[in-house]
């Protein structure tokens, strides 16, 4: 079994894509914030879609699909790489003239609240939330690329001008099964309250 999280639009056929808006496609409507009606599955695929979770909701839904997956299933994800964001969009102010520092001010504020986003990863926070949530392996993967039939030529969002050591976009995959040691939960504890909002 194949699923297909945070489908929008883009209906993968053999896949059964979910959504929480019935998009032409949607076999299941769903928030998954609520959980994963699945188990024993051996592919999970979500494309730009972690970043519209809170880090919290981000947290739960990754030990979400660990719990879902058989033993040896492969979670792929890709969402925009928060090294990226930063780096093409902004500069220190002394480098900017006054046009960059407006369209970086409006273009950063955009890639991280707009669209919906509630979060953006480095990789590093992607893997260690990975670990946290229960994987084992966590693999970086260029766009479209994999070692396993199922998971390649799967991203369809548009993507930009990678930067050396930077890509635009975050693309993982993981499996396997650790034990989470909760040092990781415990750093994020004030950084989910303040996520709160009011
Ligand atoms: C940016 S779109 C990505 C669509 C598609 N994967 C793509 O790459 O073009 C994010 C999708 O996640 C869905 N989504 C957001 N929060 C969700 C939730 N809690 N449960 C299920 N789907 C959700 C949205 O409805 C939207 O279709």
């Known amino acids: 079994m194949k699923l297909h999280i945070g489908s929008g639009p883009v209906e993968l056929f053999g896949w ?7 998009y032409d496609g949607v076999a299941v409507l769903s928030d998954v914030r ?3 009606p699945f188990t024993n599955v051996d ?6 879609f972690i970043e519209h979770l809170t880090l919290a909701d981000g947290l739960q839904f990754l030990k979400e699909c660990r719990r879902a997956l058989a033993r040896a299933g492969v979670l792929r994800l890709s969402t925009p790489n928060l090294d990226w964001v930063w780096l093409t ?13 407006l369209f970086g001010c409006l273009e950063i504020n955009r890639a991280f609240h707009g669209w919906g986003h509630q979060f953006l990863y480095n990789l590093h926070t992607l ?15 260029a766009y479209g690329e994999s070692d396993i039939d199922e998971l390649r030529d799967l ?12 890509p635009s976009v975050l693309v993982i995959e993981a499996t396997g099964h650790r034990e989470s040691d909760g040092e990781f939960e ?6 989910l309250r303040d996520a709160v909002t009011h």
Request: net charge negative.
């Open 16 to 22: 059964i894509n979910v959504d929480n808006v019935p």
């Open 34 to 36: 609520n959980g994963l």
């Open 43 to 48: 592919f999970i695929f979500a494309e730009h």
């Open 89 to 101: 969009h902004y500069k220190p102010p002394s480098e900017m003239t006054p046009e960059e520092e």
């Open 127 to 141: 893997t260690r939330a990975l670990q946290t949530a229960g994987f084992a392996t966590v693999q970086s993967k």
């Open 155 to 166: 991203e369809k969002h548009e993507r930009h001008r990678d930067l050396p050591g930077a």
């Open 186 to 191: 415990q750093i994020l504890q004030p950084y």
